[in-house]
């Protein structure tokens, strides 16, 4: 290794003054000067930079969030930069490379007179990656992500909502960050009986006021559930958007071999997995992958692929099932071979590999 103990020096210095801009300035260039003789070592260094953000509690830095002046709770907080890969169709990936684009080159498009807002809407069921885009969004920017949850911004006294907005608004232009608005819907269940429509209409405002003091390099990520929900005037304000369902086929491949095979796995188990899964969100299958994945480690045996099998049999949009942990039933694994073999057309090779057990036992029950 050659490190310059210079950059050591500036390390343990930035350390103990809880200078965390240099400590990750000193970070890579040390792991930039040793990466020719130990790629692993500045591998490993370049991930823990990416993974851990500021620490908040440190230099009285949360101090400065902005409160609700009643409950002393942070109206936003810090989010971390997500460590999982993101898995998008053709589609989303288009609108969202066209985003980052936007977002990098946004001065030239101003000098040309096209600029544009830079809000970005994310619709889709829970567990299909939206707040995940949002962290990959202020990843690949280098900008820190502050995640508003709406609902809780929204204050039993609503004059106190509109004043919760205007401090988030306030606040964002002063760090650079990425305003991540999770749950953005919340305004509209406003619209019940307890509330009159004339201050529900003032929250919104108040929200459009926000969105439009920002200037033309401010980033606005919004994500709700039920894009129907949302007040026109402010769906309007978000050029960029998409509109999440649950993952395709090859999609559901990538998560399976992400999240259960840590980026291997045989193509036949993964390509099974994914066929049974339709209409599961990624979040489900990462559940699921992982739910596995301990057992396997504390039962100190190869993952059960029969039990993942069954359990993402049982399993439905954010509600998946528990995978058993020893060895099913002679009925289950009945059910799972005739299942798998009529509606998947899995082979019975593969069946006997999912299944743990010898092809003469499978013809067996497939013929029963
Ligand atoms: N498209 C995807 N690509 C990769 N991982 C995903 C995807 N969708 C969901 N996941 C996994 O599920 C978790 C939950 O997704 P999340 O982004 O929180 O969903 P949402 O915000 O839409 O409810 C993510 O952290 C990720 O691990
Ligand atoms: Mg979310």
Not at 136 to 157: K, W
Not at 198 to 218: C, F, M, P, W, Y
Request: with cysteine.
């Amino acid at each position: 290794m050659q490190v310059n103990q210079d950059d050591i020096v500036a390390l343990i210095e930035a350390a103990l003054d809880a200078n965390y801009s240099d400590v990750r300035a000193a970070s890579n260039r040390i792991a930039k000067s040793i990466s020719s003789d130990d790629l692993e070592c500045a591998k490993k260094i370049k991930s823990i930079l990416r993974k851990k953000g500021v620490p908040l509690q440190s230099s009285g830095y949360i101090d400065s969030l902005p409160v609700d002046s009643k409950s002393r709770a942070p109206l936003l907080e810090e989010t971390q930069w997500p460590v999982t890969p993101l898995v998008l169709n053709q589609e989303s990936q288009n609108v969202f490379q066209t985003f980052l684009s936007d977002v990098i080159n946004v001065d030239e498009l101003i000098s040309h007179g096209l600029s544009g807002r830079l809000n970005f809407l994310l619709s889709g069921p829970p567990g299909t990656g939206k707040s995940l885009v949002a962290g990959h969004i202020a990843a690949q920017l280098n900008r820190p992500l502050y995640t508003v949850r709406l609902d809780s911004v929204i204050s039993s006294l609503l004059g106190d909502t509109a004043k919760n907005i205007r401090q988030i608004f306030d606040f964002i232009p002063k760090r650079n960050g990425v305003l991540f608005l999770d749950e953005v819907d919340a305004v509209a269940k406003l619209r019940d009986d307890r509330h009159e429509l004339g201050e529900l209409k003032r929250v919104v405002n108040t929200l459009i006021q926000g969105l439009d003091s920002l200037d033309d390099h401010a980033v606005v990520i919004a994500a709700t559930n039920h894009s129907g929900l949302l007040d026109p005037a402010i769906w309007r304000r978000f050029p960029y958007k998409i509109d999440f369902s649950v993952p395709d086929l090859e999609m559901r491949k990538e998560l399976w071999k992400h999240f259960l095979f840590v980026d291997g796995g045989e193509e036949s188990m993964i390509l099974m997995l994914a066929k049974i899964s339709d209409g599961l969100s990624g979040g489900d299958i990462e559940s699921l992958s992982l739910a596995v994945r301990r057992k396997s480690v504390l039962t100190k045996s190869d993952v059960n692929m029969a039990s993942v099998v069954e359990a993402t049999m049982n399993s439905a949009l954010g509600n998946t099932a528990t995978p058993e942990g020893g060895e099913l039933s002679t009925f289950k694994k009945k059910k799972i071979a005739t299942i798998l073999y009529k509606s998947y057309g899995v082979a019975q090779v593969d069946l006997a590999k999912i299944l743990s057990t010898s092809r003469q036992t499978i013809s067996g029950y497939l013929r029963e």
